[in-house]
């Protein structure tokens, strides 16, 4: 289970979720322009999706519930079910995760500027990997219960 995040770090995700709303389309495409120098983190996305512009919309949508919800994980339950699955579904892995960190929280700066500072960008860095946690554990079971059963082989 993960840490908990801190009274802190809750308020400032929650205090950011106006910004990302206005701008989470932007963050997202400028993430993905990061992530995509990466030719094997490339190749695991969809690029039909991501050509027109569903997939930047999907991740925006799903920051800003998590921004608004980060106090409220309950909220987000039906949400990370369906992420799990389609991470599951696209072989997507732990070892995956640190390559969004470092294209995602680069991107909120990129567009967000001098709006954002150490301080914000440290507590994203935090809600992010709490998230991150929660969507990991999940796969683990999905990936768990899709093994074949070795007392039948
Ligand atoms: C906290 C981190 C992450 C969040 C919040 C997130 C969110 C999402 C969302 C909302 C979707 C769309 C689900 C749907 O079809 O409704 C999705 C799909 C997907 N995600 Fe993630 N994701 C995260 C991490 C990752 C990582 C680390 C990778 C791989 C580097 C990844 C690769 C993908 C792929 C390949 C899809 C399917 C895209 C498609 O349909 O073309 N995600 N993710």
Redesign the pocket.
């Known amino acids: 289970m993960s840490k908990p995040l801190s009274a802190e770090t809750i308020a400032i995700v929650k205090s950011t979720a106006p910004a990302l709303q206005q701008h989470g389309v932007a963050i997202t495409t400028r993430m993905y322009e990061r992530l995509f120098v990466d030719p094997a983190?490339k190749g695991?996305?969809?690029q039909a999706?991501q050509v027109s512009g569903e997939?930047p919309k999907?991740?925006a949508?799903?920051?800003i519930a998590f921004a608004k919800n980060v106090d409220n994980l309950g909220a987000l339950t039906s949400a990370v079910e369906?992420?799990a699955t389609?991470?599951v579904e696209?072989s997507?892995k732990p070892e995956?995760?640190p390559?969004?960190a470092n294209a995602l929280l680069p991107a909120i700066k990129d567009v967000l500027g001098d709006a954002v500072d150490e301080r914000v960008l440290g507590a994203w860095g935090e809600a992010?990997w709490f998230?991150?946690d929660v969507?990991i554990n999940r796969e683990a079971q999905l990936y768990a219960a899709e093994l074949p059963d070795l007392e039948t082989i």
């Open positions: 983190i695991l996305f969809d999706a997939q999907r991740l949508g799903a920051i369906r992420m389609r991470h696209t997507i995956h995760y390559a969004v992010y998230l991150a969507l």
